[in-house]
């Protein structure tokens, strides 16, 4: 069946620094690739998302490039900031939605 | 505009007990679906469906069931509960790939299950 597949599952970085959330998908029909961000308790938010015919989009500090080639798509934040720090989910699909694992950010003061 | 609206917010089972979590949503989208979410876990969907009338198994369906004889709602069903099923349930809607929010799924605020 189709898989999501997310790396790094924790990520540490210091203030100030870039983080680069990696995702790998299966089902080549995926056409939409949403980020999200989870805090304790709370619904995702999504921070940024990328349709397939789009490479890279970039929102303030946020980016998202995508690769169908290789059915790949990355999550840029650069100029972390301590209120980075959650949960962040990627997902792929078209109408049916398969989330990865999710990355696991501290940003360190 | 209430977007996604789930009921309940929080319940305790028993085991072998069933019970149906409610969701609707009112921005006629024909996209619905249903996830789980285990502590320190991701989002695994269960099942999902298309429009009125039209559902399918996701990667968690076992134990589950669901219907959608509107396009609004869509309840999701725990035929005999099991502590394997506590969990975070949320409930999801999107619609097409056109306009500026096509294809942007929206969540319910999520159901705290627990069964003991």
């Known amino acids: 069946g189709e898989n999501v597949e997310q790396h790094p599952s924790t990520l540490s970085v210091q203030e100030g620094d870039s983080a680069v959330i990696k995702c790998t998908y299966s089902d080549s029909a995926s056409n939409y690739f949403p980020w999200y961000k989870q805090e304790l308790g709370k619904r995702p938010q999504l921070i940024i998302d990328?349709?397939?015919?789009?490479g890279e989009k970039k929102d303030q500090r946020i980016a998202v490039t995508l690769n169908k080639t290789a059915k790949h798509f990355s999550l840029h934040i650069t100029e972390t900031q301590p209120e980075d720090s959650a949960v962040y989910f990627c997902a792929a699909g078209t109408y049916k939605y398969i989330f990865g694992t999710g990355t696991r950010l501290k940003v360190l003061a | 505009n209430a977007g996604v609206t789930q009921t309940p917010k929080f319940q305790v089972l028993k085991t072998g007990q069933s019970m149906t979590l409610q969701c609707a949503q009112d921005?006629?989208?024909?996209?619905m679906s249903w996830y789980r979410q285990d502590p320190g876990m991701g989002l695994r969907l269960i099942h999902y469906?298309?429009?009125?009338?039209?559902?399918d198994q996701g990667e968690v369906p076992n134990g589950y069931n669901v219907s959608r004889s509107t396009t609004e709602d869509f309840p999701l069903r725990l035929l005999s509960a099991a502590p394997s099923q506590t969990s975070v349930y949320f409930c999801a809607s999107s619609t097409s790939g056109t306009g500026s929010t096509g294809n942007t799924i929206y969540f319910g605020e999520g159901s705290w299950l627990t069964v003991v």
């Open positions: 921005m006629n989208h024909e996209y």
């Open positions: 990328i349709r397939s015919n789009v």
């Open positions: 469906s298309v429009g009125a009338g039209i559902t």
